[in-house]
């Protein structure tokens, strides 16, 4: 008898699937209606963007934005909009970063890989990784309340902002981005092509660099472009410590201000929107995105177009 | 008959061997510096706020006065900014993610989707924020408001939580779904009652990295324009508000005038690290708990 009710239970069930086969058929345009929001995010942004950029070109010219030095947005005789000022700060803070991201990353990376047992890179490399996790207002307060006093007691001439302690900052929090994807490349290469080298006679320290590295070269680039695309378009540290004097010069001890700084400048001041000081913010924006973006593009393509396949 | 010279291969080869030693002593310290840095970093924010951590500082208003300052209000602010990122997060991501990994075929929209998910995921967040002042304060008019916040830093992190949760139910494994389409589960049943559950810790532990991103990320509120004003600490999601790093951002500013609003900057960044220390542990507890292999 139980066998009859089962029948009964099925016959049931699938009246009940009936209704549920049309929510069945909902289920994947729903999906798709939340995964479609990532692309109307960034088409918010480039409309967005673009909109204002437009405006902003109606007022100030080409030339004047990318040729001339000179960046007084709210003057109110003569304003002057070029971003040569914001990007030389950008890059030269940049510059730092990387200076100081790169070695310190890429040693990291090779002893992690290289030299140091299971045991100690299981614990080392999420210690590592801990700094990227960090917020960048953190990282903020102390590039302005230790680290520029603390190099000022070296250089003297060093401005209360300046670009080199923020450029510094952010280098230590890149570090882990660089030092984890390389290492991340790095373990990739095949074992046996180590053991060849050594089986040669080679060092540790010569496998790495003369073996380990020039295979995983392209994960290792990919992994400083990521790093320069962070330092780019990082806004608090420079916001908090190198001040917002729109100099254009290559004097890290001064105070100078980033494309990002600008932003957060103009947004937290007295430009209401509709005026040119306003549209400029996009203008800046604009060029952030651009880079950042193709910086990122750059580092994928590295990392698919390139890879070693063993 | 000698072919090489073994001393000259003698000393080059001790040559080599210290070379190697002292590079394996310089890339270990290396490794440290990160480390030690982090130290010193702690060091000084832990020893700035000593003497201003209080249950006072937690639980009394902003002030202008350092003395009686305090950061409820901030406090308030990020929780009910997480109030709205969570949700919308979680929904927004997981659906995605599903709908990336069950149900897009593979074409060349969906490797578009894929793709610009990954270019968000490293656009600066002040350019967020810049998306946020245009589209959710001005064009929809709502304001500085815990909303409009919320709303920006859910588009800031909501690339994390997809690709975490598409790690997660891409991990599950093909013959759990299998068998649950052999008892004749419809699709959209095998991915409520099977898939889901397994990738659940998975997701969780996107969900709480994207959540710590956004606790901590100041460059989108500050373009979305939370003023520099003392308001009153949020009770709602349509109230104007401040977070706890536009607090750390205004007093480690303003420290130039009033040298006491570095020790308050340094006592709420205390405050933030042990709030993002604490869900970190969180998410590694389940990660250990719930890795389940199958």
């Known amino acids: 008898m139980s066998y009859s009710a089962n029948v009964k239970d099925m016959i049931e069930t699938n009246r009940k699937n009936s209704k549920l086969a049309k929510f069945e058929k909902m289920i994947p345009f729903l999906l798709f209606l939340a995964a479609s929001i990532s692309v109307l995010t960034t088409l918010g942004i480039l409309v967005t963007l673009l909109f204002e950029t437009v405006l902003f070109f109606q007022n100030v010219s080409f030339r004047e934005f990318f040729l001339q030095s000179e960046m ?17 700060a950008t890059l030269l803070s940049t510059g730092i970063a990387m200076f100081v991201a790169v070695p310190v990353g890429l040693t990291t990376a090779v002893y992690l890989s290289e030299y140091a047992t299971d045991k100690v890179r299981r614990i080392l490399k999420p210690l590592v990784e801990v700094l990227a996790g960090i917020p960048t207002i953190v990282y903020g307060f102390f590039a302005f309340t230790f680290v520029t006093p603390f190099l000022r007691e070296f250089i003297p001439a060093l401005d209360r902002t300046n670009i080199l302690s923020p450029g510094i900052v952010m280098g230590i929090m890149i570090i882990p981005i660089v030092a ?26 010569e496998v790495a660099f003369r073996v380990v590295i020039p295979a995983a070269i392209s994960g290792i680039i990919a992994s400083f472009v990521l790093g320069i695309s962070r330092a780019i378009g990082e806004t608090m540290i420079v916001t908090i410590a190198s001040g917002s004097n729109k100099n254009l010069t290559f004097d890290v001890t001064q105070s100078m201000q980033t494309m990002t700084a600008y932003i957060v400048e103009v947004t937290s001041g007295d430009a209401g929107a509709g005026t040119t000081a306003y549209y400029s913010l996009y203008a800046v924006a604009m060029t952030l995105f651009v880079f950042t973006l193709a910086m990122n593009m750059f580092a994928r393509y590295m990392t698919k177009r390139f890879r070693e396949v063993y | 008959m000698q072919y090489m010279d073994l001393d000259a291969v003698q000393s080059r080869m001790t040559k080599r061997i210290f070379f190697n030693r002292l ?36 639980t009394s208003l902003l002030s202008t006065n350092p003395d009686i300052a305090g950061i409820r209000g901030a406090i308030l602010g990020t929780v009910w900014l997480m ?10 991501g997981v659906c995605t993610a599903i709908y990336l990994e069950e149900y897009a075929r593979p074409s060349k929209f969906t490797t578009f989707i894929q793709t610009n998910i990954s270019n968000l995921a490293g656009v600066p967040s002040i ?44 991990a599950v494994p093909a013959h759990l779904r299998e068998a649950s389409f052999g008892m004749g589960a419809t699709k959209w049943q095998t991915i409520k009652n099977v898939v889901l559950p397994v990738a659940l810790p998975g997701i969780f532990t996107g969900m709480i990295l994207a959540i710590s991103r956004a606790i901590g990320e100041t460059a989108p509120l500050v373009a979305i324009g939370i003023p520099a004003l003392i308001i009153p600490a949020p009770s709602g999601i349509f109230d104007r508000f401040t977070a706890l790093p536009m607090q750390i951002y205004y007093w480690t500013i303003d420290s130039v005038m009033v040298q006491e609003y ?9 405050v933030l690290l042990l709030i993002l220390f604490t869900l970190n542990s969180i998410a590694i507890l389940i990660r250990n708990k719930f890795d389940r292999r199958y």
């Open chain 1, 72 to 88: 007084r947005p709210l003057n109110p005789t003569n304003p002057q909009f070029s971003i040569l000022p914001l990007l030389g």
């Open chain 1, 180 to 205: 984890s994807l390389s290492e991340d490349a790095m373990s990739s290469v095949p074992n046996s092509i180590r053991e060849g080298a050594m089986a040669l006679g080679a060092t540790k320290f």
């Open chain 2, 23 to 58: 590079s394996k002593m310089l890339f270990l310290a290396s490794a440290f510096f990160g480390l030690i840095v982090l130290a010193v970093l702690l060091y000084d924010v832990v020893s700035d706020s000593i003497g201003w951590l209080s249950i006072d500082f937690l």
């Open chain 2, 83 to 92: 109030v709205i990122v969570g949700p919308v997060t979680m929904i927004l």
């Open chain 2, 127 to 170: 350019v967020f924020g810049l998306l946020g002042l245009t589209v959710f304060v001005r064009l929809f008019g709502l304001g500085s408001i815990v909303l409009a916040g919320g709303l920006t830093m859910s588009l800031l992190v909501l690339p994390i939580v997809v690709v975490a949760s598409q790690e997660s139910i891409r």
């Open chain 2, 262 to 270: 570095a020790y308050l900057a340094a006592a709420t960044i205390v």
